[in-house]
């Protein structure tokens, strides 16, 4: 992979990251998101280490998971907050005129 084929990677993603509307999701939705976005930049960013002479894989497996730890402290207590929040009740509009019961064939109490 050249050095330009990583930077329109780098810009793909990013685009694509910002078309996801991530910031309109879940807390889990945005960290699986997001997280997406930060497993492919680490192995861009792992193919120009290897461009200058270190190993790149190795780079990109500890930038992936050092990000995905980092991403699970940030988005740990919302998750967990989302999880517990009580349902949204909805009130109940009631008619201000009584229904009448109409008598149906057949049917008693």
């Known amino acids: 992979m ?3 084929d ?11 990251l910002m078309k996801s509307g991530v910031t309109d999701v879940s807390p889990s939705e945005a960290l699986k998101i ?5 497993t492919k930049v680490c192995g861009s960013v792992g193919s120009i280490v290897w461009y200058c002479g270190a190993d790149g894989e190795e780079f990109a497996r500890i930038a ?10 940030a988005f ?3 998750i967990k907050e989302a999880q517990f929040e009580p349902p949204v009740r909805r009130e109940r509009v009631y008619r201000a005129v009584p229904q009448s019961f109409t ?5 008693s109490l």
């Open 64 to 73: 992936s998971d050092r990000a995905s730890e980092a991403l699970q402290d």
């Open 34 to 38: 997001i997280s997406d976005y930060m």
């Open 2 to 4: 050249s050095i330009r």
């Open 103 to 107: 008598h149906v064939p057949g049917a």
């Open 6 to 16: 990583i930077k329109a990677n780098l810009d793909a993603y990013t685009e694509s």
């Open 76 to 78: 740990g207590p919302s």
